[in-house]
């Protein structure tokens, strides 16, 4: 069964840095694509960046470029999302998830997500 | 940057066929997905490649995809179904992009 957890979220101050993380289980993790996207309270769903299955190529969406920075370690199946310069707009749900096979697959499995709350 | 826009809202009632639309420049020349996403749930993709369903996912739920728009069609509506539907698509300068939702009522 594939299983995506993600940790690390919580609150933290304007201007601040938060390291999120993402624990993935039930597949063979070093071959796919996988994605960050969050959900400000009942808003909708935003992309913030993937990370090619080697880690070798990246994106970013423009509002987060700069700021953020996701990685993988292939060795310990974890997915990280490094975020600085934190500001209310970040406020949101993050889910981790993961990119289907290749061209227009989709995002076939989300987590849960861990919410980030950005407040002085 | 690519943008896709979605109706905030479509109602239809049980047993009926709900249409849900989105749309995009030149759309119908990428591939589009629809994720519905249950109340204080994380997102399910029912429809990928413009048409094809995964696994699990009933068959009253199809896909289309021509000129700007994408449409997700539910047929027989079921009360189950009633929840938030995003469609998204890939853009090689924008990447990943969402659809604003459509909140999807069964009355």
């Known amino acids: 069964e594939v299983q995506l957890v993600e940790s690390g979220g919580g609150l933290v101050q304007p201007g601040g840095s938060l390291r999120l993380s993402c624990a993935a289980s039930g597949f063979t993790f070093s071959t796919y694509w996988m994605h960050w996207v969050r959900q400000a309270p009942g808003k909708g769903l935003v992309w913030v960046s993937r990370i090619q299955s080697d880690g070798s190529r990246t994106n970013y969406a423009d509002s987060v470029k700069g700021r953020f920075t996701i990685s993988r370690d292939n060795a310990k199946n974890t997915l990280s999302l490094q975020m600085h310069s934190l500001s209310a707009e970040d406020t949101a749900l993050y889910y981790c998830?993961?990119?289907?096979?290749?061209?227009?697959?989709?995002?076939?499995?989300w987590g849960q997500g861990t919410l980030v709350t950005v407040s002085s | 940057s690519y943008e896709l826009t979605q109706a905030p809202s479509v109602s239809v009632s049980p047993g009926q066929t709900a249409s849900i639309t989105c749309s995009g420049d030149k759309l119908g020349q990428k591939y589009a997905c629809w994720y519905q996403q249950r109340p204080g749930q994380s997102p399910v993709l029912v429809i990928y490649e413009d048409r094809k369903r995964p696994s699990g996912i009933p068959e009253r739920f199809s896909g289309s995809n021509s000129g700007n728009t994408a449409t997700l069609t539910i047929s027989g509506t079921q009360a189950m179904d009633e929840a938030d539907y995003y469609c998204q698509a890939w853009d090689s300068s924008t990447g990943v992009v969402f659809g604003g939702g459509t909140k999807l009522t069964v009355l």
């Open positions: 998830a993961r990119e289907g096979g290749g061209g227009g697959s989709g995002i076939d499995y």
